[in-house]
């Protein structure tokens, strides 16, 4: 009786180990599948950027507001 009772638990603990790394393979993927959708749905991932006309054109706009800044008026 103890060694039915001790095969079948073993067989239980085999199985809940077979499907925890199912659910483990499951999640992974699911997970990783998600992140690359998002990241290649996303529109300006991969555009270039040149990053010295914005840089400049922030320039430009700030020194715009910065007269309105010295005076002290808002």
């Known amino acids: 009786m103890k060694e039915s009772a001790a095969h079948a ?3 239980w603990k085999y199985l809940s180990m077979v499907i925890d790394r199912l659910l483990l393979v499951t999640f992974f993927g699911i ?3 998600g992140t690359v959708a998002i990241i290649f ?3 300006h ?5 040149d ?3 914005v840089i400049q054109r922030l320039i430009a706009a ?3 507001d910065a007269p309105a800044a ?3 008026r808002l």
């Open 31 to 33: 997970t990783l599948g």
């Open 41 to 43: 749905s996303a529109p």
């Open 62 to 64: 700030s020194q715009q």
């Open 45 to 49: 991932v991969f555009d270039f950027v």
């Open 70 to 72: 010295t005076t002290g």
């Open 51 to 53: 990053q010295r006309e």
């Open 9 to 11: 638990r073993d067989d």
